[in-house]
């Protein structure tokens, strides 16, 4: 939320700086995300007087002025505006100034061969209103020379976090209120010029829908001139982030950033009959203020006369019957929603507005009177007029709340020895009602009131969350035992070795759009959200791999060249039974270049599906997985290219990993350019570690030295060299450590259909060195295991 200081000040007394009220502001809780300085942006703009005006030699358009600036000789300016000429004052913009609609730096220079030193300005180009037919004109008595952000009284933007649960705070009012209970000044009496009206109003109002729309007040307004807004109310919504429209519009845009309550004007003309807040019918649209056509249903409460909808009940007006600069008569509507409705109506439809915001988490009910009181005051003033009688439909709730509070509870839960007057005057000045007995009354705004700890919590916040502090929890003597479980262990080590490893970590969403989810689903039953956050969110993710291929578009797109990304998190089905189903998963994906052009290496080299194989087993390595016994299938997915992916298996069934390069298909599916290595480990696969102590065994190498034997054997192209390896390793697993394929060849000398595959043999006596025999005995095993598996030693 934002407002100016000088709307902060308009509701508070104070002489507090700018950085002591943004100070307190934290210390109570509001967070201040940034104070903006309007002079800042006005820097080397000032008041000017246009002393002649002189058509331009070589532009029918233009115009060469005589500037006087205060200071020294009078400059010369090219300008284009129609309303520029002799006489007036405007707002000249001196080279090296920048301005603030376009960011375009200001210099000397010379416009059809006549020299400009600077430029001036409209409104539109230094953001205080959307007028650009001509320059600023500035009343006589405007001191030529002074900066123009200082005549204007520029006043510094504070723009503040509001919590969900503070809608009171949603307008500068409440802020005010918050900074005087907290000792920031002194909250202004603000009087509310009521009044009785002139005559009936000749619309009926009521509500037909109670639980969505419990209250309607409105009235008519006759004779109103619907103009521009006064320059004071401009300045202020422009400060808030409003882009002034009219009179009437910026009425109720100020209402609701003054005083967080939202409203709406209707032009009298285009309505029809009793104005009503009813159900909507199935079917019925409405072509709203954002130029879009909704269709409601049912569910959806809404304001319409007899020719249909007009408003989406606390979201949205509609096209059809907003004000213009024809509008004379208007009806003022400021009505109470219900906010669980309105929360379900805005996500339904998709809609996101300032009124929303504030309906959603709950306006204040009490404000109703006083609410359409004071939106009538600024129409009056500003729009002239004569308003009829009130018209009151339904009532808003009304139950006070009443909280039994102890003082004492505020150093027991907040942590803070606050005296009981300073309690009290505290909870007063916040406008809470308390009896002598510490019977607490909420007001009515405050709906996040709802036991004694929420009176604690307002206590401390006001005395300053500062104050509290900081206390170390007990702990038993000794060391301290681990709180981490295995499955969180596990994953703390694999974030460490993906890190060590130059991958980098993402945290991605675990929702995904059905279409993204249902291409990895892999015939599960997907979890659907019935409320998404919106449609791109609506399924949980089955599988890892879709958010990082969008991280991997999203960073492509922004010209990376190399991404190494892994995340850790959780995959998301649903059972037959209907019971959710919820694994945890480590994905890994590799796209753009594995090594960058250089002198030496020539040119930049890509990822293959053997980098993916590599970083799954190096992965499942660390996370306990017998990597050794791994056996190395097919049938990724068909997400994944058939030619260039596989699985890593323990047994035929238990897949604890798949890797390889992407599908076509599924880059087309993501926009992704390709080629793209991802890997997959399923980390709910992974068998645990039975009986495992807590210490490691001391390490004890090997007192005699290992002998290594080569061996080359003929086996069929088609027979993955692990089913080779993993033969060849079980033929002695006393005496063989290792072995591994140092070369593979197949042409001159091969049969047809055949390949040779070249093995490493590391041997390790114990303790005693081996015999001649006891190596021919071994490698007559090998040959023997071999040959099992087809395998014939090559000569």
Same mark, same amino acid.
């Given at each position: 939320?934002?407002?100016?200081?000088?709307?902060?000040?308009?509701?508070?007394?104070?002489?507090?700086?700018?950085?002591?009220?943004?100070?307190?502001?934290?210390?109570?809780?509001?967070?201040?995300?940034?104070?903006?300085?309007?002079?800042?942006? &006005?820097?080397?703009?000032?008041?000017?007087?246009?002393?002649?005006?002189?058509?331009?030699?070589? @532009?029918?358009? !233009?115009?060469?002025?005589?500037?006087?600036?205060?200071?020294?000789?009078?400059?010369?300016?090219?300008?284009? /505006?129609?309303?520029?000429?002799?006489?007036?004052?405007?707002?000249?913009?001196?080279?090296?100034?920048?301005?603030?609609?376009?960011?375009?730096?200001?210099?000397?220079? /010379?416009?059809?061969?006549?020299?400009?030193?600077?430029?001036?300005?409209?409104?539109?180009?230094?953001?205080?209103?959307?007028?650009?037919?001509?320059?600023?004109?500035?009343?006589?008595?405007?001191?030529?020379?002074?900066?123009?952000?200082?005549?204007?009284?520029?006043?510094?933007?504070?723009?503040?976090?509001?919590? +969900?649960?503070?809608?009171?705070?949603?307008?500068?009012? =409440?802020?005010?209120?918050?900074?005087?209970?907290?000792?920031?000044?002194?909250?202004?009496?603000?009087?509310?010029?009521?009044?009785?009206?002139?005559?009936?109003?000749?619309?009926?109002?009521?509500?037909?829908?109670?639980?969505?729309?419990?209250?309607?007040?409105?009235?008519?307004?006759?004779?109103?001139?619907?103009?521009?807004?006064?320059?004071?109310?401009?300045?202020?919504?422009?400060?808030?982030?409003?882009?002034?429209?009219?009179?009437?519009?910026?009425?109720? $845009?100020? !209402?609701?950033?003054?005083?967080?309550?939202?409203?709406?004007?209707?032009?009298?003309?285009?309505?029809?009959?009793?104005?009503?807040?009813?159900?909507?019918?199935?079917?019925?649209?409405?072509?709203?203020?954002?130029?879009?056509?909704?269709?409601?249903?049912?569910?959806?409460?809404?304001?319409?006369?007899?020719?249909?909808?007009?408003?989406?009940?606390?979201?949205?007006?509609?096209?059809? *019957?907003?004000?213009?600069? @024809?509008? %004379?008569?208007? &009806?003022?509507?400021?009505?109470?929603?219900?906010?669980?409705?309105?929360?379900?109506?805005?996500?339904?439809?998709?809609?996101?507005?300032?009124?929303?915001?504030?309906?959603?988490?709950?306006?204040? #009910?009490?404000?109703?009177?006083?609410?359409?009181?004071?939106?009538?005051?600024?129409?009056?003033?500003?729009?002239?007029?004569? #308003?009829?009688?009130?018209?009151?439909?339904?009532?808003?709730?009304?139950?006070?709340?009443?909280?039994?509070?102890?003082?004492?509870?505020?150093?027991?839960?907040?942590?803070?020895?606050?005296?009981?007057?300073?309690?009290?005057?505290?909870?007063?000045? !916040?406008?809470?009602?308390?009896?002598?007995?510490?019977?607490?009354?909420?007001?009515?705004?405050?709906?996040?009131?709802?036991?004694?700890?929420?009176?604690?919590?307002?206590?401390?916040?006001?005395?300053?969350?500062?104050?509290?502090?900081?206390?170390?929890?007990?702990?038993?003597?000794?060391?301290?035992?681990?709180?981490?479980?295995?499955?969180?262990?596990?994953?703390?080590?694999?974030?460490?070795?993906?890190?060590?490893?130059?991958?980098?970590?993402?945290?991605?969403?675990?929702?995904?759009?059905?279409?993204?989810?249902?291409?990895? /689903?892999?015939?599960?039953? !997907?979890?659907?959200?019935?409320?998404?956050?919106?449609?791109?969110?609506?399924?949980?993710?089955?599988?890892?791999?879709?958010?990082?291929?969008?991280?991997?578009?999203?960073?492509?797109?922004?010209?990376?060249?190399?991404?190494?990304?892994?995340?850790?998190?959780?995959?998301?089905?649903?059972? *037959?039974?209907?019971?959710?189903?919820?694994?945890?998963?480590?994905?890994?994906?590799?796209?753009?270049?594995?090594?960058?052009?250089?002198?030496?290496?020539?040119?930049?080299?890509?990822?293959?599906?053997?980098?993916?194989?590599?970083? @799954?087993?190096?992965? &499942?390595?660390?996370? =306990?997985? #017998?990597?050794?016994?791994?056996?190395?299938?097919?049938?990724?997915?068909?997400?994944?290219?058939?030619?260039?992916? =596989?699985?890593?298996?323990?047994?035929?069934? $238990?897949?604890?990993?798949?890797?390889?390069?992407?599908?076509?298909?599924?880059?087309?599916?993501?926009?992704?350019?390709?080629?793209?290595?991802?890997?997959?480990?399923?980390?709910?696969?992974?068998?645990?570690?039975?009986?495992?102590?807590?210490?490691?065994?001391?390490?004890?190498?090997?007192?005699?030295?290992?002998?290594?034997?080569?061996?080359?054997?003929?086996?069929?192209?088609?027979?993955?060299?692990?089913?080779?390896?993993?033969?060849?390793?079980?033929?002695?697993?006393?005496?063989?450590?290792?072995?591994?394929?140092?070369?593979?060849?197949?042409?001159?000398?091969?049969?047809?259909?055949?390949?040779?595959?070249?093995?490493?043999? %590391? &041997?390790? +006596?114990?303790?005693? %060195?081996?015999?001649?025999?006891?190596?021919?005995?071994?490698?007559?095993?090998?040959?023997?295991? @071999?040959?099992?598996?087809?395998?014939?030693?090559?000569?």
């Amino acid at each position: 939320m934002k407002f100016s200081l000088e709307w902060l000040k308009y509701f508070l007394e104070t002489d507090a700086s700018v950085a002591q009220i943004a100070a307190a502001l934290n210390r109570i809780g509001h967070e201040v995300d940034e104070i903006e300085d309007p002079a800042e942006k &006005l820097a080397g703009f000032r008041i000017a007087h246009v002393l002649t005006a002189a058509k331009h030699p070589d @532009a029918d358009k !233009l115009q060469v002025l005589s500037v006087d600036t205060g200071e020294g000789e009078p400059l010369q300016v090219v300008c284009g /505006a129609p309303n520029a000429r002799a006489g007036m004052k405007g707002v000249l913009g001196l080279p090296g100034a920048v301005v603030p609609a376009n960011g375009m730096e200001l210099r000397k220079s /010379a416009i059809r061969g006549v020299e400009s030193n600077g430029m001036m300005c409209s409104v539109r180009e230094l953001e205080l209103g959307e007028e650009h037919d001509g320059i600023i004109e500035l009343p006589g008595d405007a001191p030529v020379g002074q900066g123009f952000a200082e005549y204007q009284g520029a006043s510094p933007v504070f723009d503040v976090a509001i919590t +969900p649960n503070r809608p009171d705070c949603m307008g500068v009012y =409440g802020i005010a209120r918050d900074l005087a209970a907290a000792g920031v000044g002194q909250l202004k009496d603000f009087a509310v010029r009521q009044t009785d009206g002139e005559g009936a109003c000749p619309v009926e109002i009521r509500t037909d829908d109670p639980d969505g729309c419990p209250a309607f007040h409105g009235r008519v307004i006759r004779g109103v001139t619907n103009g521009t807004s006064p320059e004071w109310m401009q300045r202020r919504l422009i400060a808030a982030g409003q882009r002034p429209i009219s009179a009437l519009v910026d009425a109720t $845009n100020y !209402l609701m950033l003054a005083f967080g309550r939202p409203a709406h004007v209707y032009d009298l003309a285009k309505l029809s009959g009793p104005v009503v807040a009813r159900r909507a019918k199935d079917g019925e649209t409405i072509e709203a203020l954002n130029e879009k056509t909704y269709t409601l249903d049912d569910t959806i409460t809404v304001i319409a006369d007899d020719n249909g909808v007009h408003d989406i009940g606390g979201i949205m007006g509609g096209e059809h *019957s907003g004000a213009t600069e @024809a509008t %004379t008569d208007v &009806l003022l509507e400021i009505a109470y929603f219900d906010p669980a409705r309105i929360g379900v109506t805005g996500r339904k439809l998709g809609i996101a507005t300032d009124a929303r915001t504030r309906f959603e988490r709950g306006v204040d #009910p009490a404000f109703l009177e006083d609410g359409l009181a004071i939106l009538t005051d600024l129409i009056v003033r500003t729009c002239g007029g004569t #308003p009829t009688e009130a018209v009151r439909a339904g009532s808003a709730p009304d139950g006070a709340k009443v909280i039994a509070f102890d003082p004492a509870l505020t150093q027991r839960l907040g942590g803070v020895d606050v005296d009981e007057a300073e309690q009290r005057r505290i909870l007063e000045a !916040l406008d809470f009602k308390v009896g002598p007995d510490w019977q607490v009354t909420c007001p009515p705004r405050r709906h996040d009131i709802e036991g004694p700890a929420d009176l604690v919590e307002e206590v401390v916040r006001i005395h300053g969350l500062d104050a509290v502090e900081s206390v170390a929890l007990p702990r038993a003597e000794g060391v301290a035992r681990p709180t981490a479980t295995p499955q969180q262990a596990m994953e703390r080590r694999l974030r460490r070795a993906a890190a060590a490893g130059g991958l980098k970590e993402a945290i991605t969403w675990s929702f995904l759009p059905v279409p993204e989810a249902e291409h990895f /689903a892999d015939g599960h039953q !997907l979890w659907v959200l019935d409320n998404p956050i919106s449609e791109d969110m609506k399924a949980m993710r089955p599988s890892l791999l879709p958010g990082l291929l969008s991280a991997t578009k999203r960073n492509m797109d922004r010209g990376a060249d190399s991404l190494r990304l892994f995340e850790i998190g959780r995959r998301y089905f649903r059972r *037959s039974d209907g019971a959710s189903d919820e694994k945890a998963a480590l994905g890994v994906l590799l796209a753009g270049e594995k090594t960058s052009r250089g002198w030496a290496s020539g040119k930049a080299s890509a990822f293959d599906a053997y980098d993916a194989k590599a970083a @799954a087993e190096r992965l &499942l390595a660390e996370a =306990g997985a #017998p990597v050794e016994k791994l056996m190395v299938m097919e049938d990724a997915g068909e997400q994944f290219h058939p030619g260039q992916s =596989g699985t890593l298996r323990l047994g035929p069934k $238990n897949v604890l990993a798949r890797f390889g390069a992407l599908h076509p298909r599924t880059l087309e599916a993501f926009d992704v350019d390709g080629p793209v290595m991802a890997a997959e480990i399923f980390l709910d696969a992974i068998p645990q570690k039975k009986g495992a102590s807590f210490a490691r065994s001391a390490y004890a190498p090997p007192a005699l030295q290992a002998i290594t034997r080569d061996f080359a054997f003929l086996v069929d192209a088609s027979l993955p060299a692990s089913d080779l390896l993993r033969a060849v390793k079980g033929a002695d697993k006393q005496a063989i450590v290792d072995a591994r394929v140092f070369d593979v060849f197949a042409g001159q000398g091969v049969a047809e259909g055949r390949k040779s595959v070249a093995l490493e043999v %590391t &041997l390790q +006596p114990g303790e005693k %060195t081996f015999t001649d025999e006891q190596i021919k005995a071994i490698s007559d095993a090998i040959v023997a295991a @071999a040959a099992k598996q087809g395998a014939e030693l090559r000569g």
